[in-house]
């Protein structure tokens, strides 16, 4: 079955910086990747997602992520980081045979004026 | 609505009771998903329907749970026997394609509490 594993429970940027939250997934077949944000009691909002083509993908507030077929990642970036910004993040993913999506355990990230 | 409505957003029981939770999709979404989300955890999958029928109830934990769609718009999860560990926030997602590709559209959530 398809994962995702998101090794940082938390990252702390200073704003103005650049950010990276990571992720790895683990599939059978093509990988369909997703991030979603979620606020303060809030659902979670789409950000961007990888189905093919174009390596680099960008989605919404100047995020964009970058698809690494050989060391299966995923990893979100941002190059200025807002203080806006601060949320937990989620990775998903879907293999070409099942519908159904996963989801990381999550990543919040902090971004301190 | 403009987006995928949940009802109630808030929901405390007793252990024993039977809860309802309801998703109303966004309009035309032929996809709907139902997630449950533990605090600090992400989303944990629970079910799938195209249309009417539960293409993937594979997540279902165990017959307590149960979901309906029966016009292939507005979804129920039903709880039976409501257990402390069912306490969480119960995520509905639509989606207006089938495709695996397509992003979900989330609701806010209903927060279930079993005391």
């Known amino acids: 079955a398809q994962s995702v594993a998101q090794p940082e429970d938390q990252v702390n940027v200073a704003e103005g910086n650049p950010l990276t939250v990571k992720c790895t997934y683990s599939v059978s077949g093509n990988p369909y990747l997703f991030w979603y944000v979620q606020y303060p009691n809030r659902g979670l909002q789409f950000l961007l997602k990888y189905i093919t083509g174009d390596n680099l993908v960008k989605g919404s507030y100047g995020f964009e992520a970058e698809f690494n077929k050989s060391q299966t990642s995923f990893h979100l970036k941002k190059p200025s980081a807002l203080v806006s910004d601060s949320a937990l993040y989620f990775c998903a993913v879907r293999d070409e045979y099942n519908n159904d999506m996963r989801f990381g355990a999550g990543t919040r990230l902090t971004v301190k004026p | 609505g403009a987006g995928v409505s949940q009802t109630p957003s808030n929901k405390v029981t007793e252990k024993g009771k039977y809860v309802e939770l309801r998703c109303d999709p966004i309009s035309g979404h032929t996809a709907l998903y139902w997630y449950r989300q533990s605090l600090g955890q992400g989303p944990e999958f629970l079910i799938y329907?195209?249309?009417?029928?539960?293409?993937?109830d594979s997540g279902l934990p165990n017959d307590r749970f149960f979901a309906v769609r029966p016009e292939g718009s507005v979804s129920t999860l039903k709880i039976q026997r409501t257990e402390r560990g069912d306490s969480a926030v119960y995520l509905c997602a639509s989606s207006p394609t089938e495709s695996n590709t397509g992003e979900l559209f989330f609701g806010e959530g209903s927060r279930l509490t079993v005391l």
């Open positions: 329907f195209q249309g009417t029928g539960a293409a993937d």
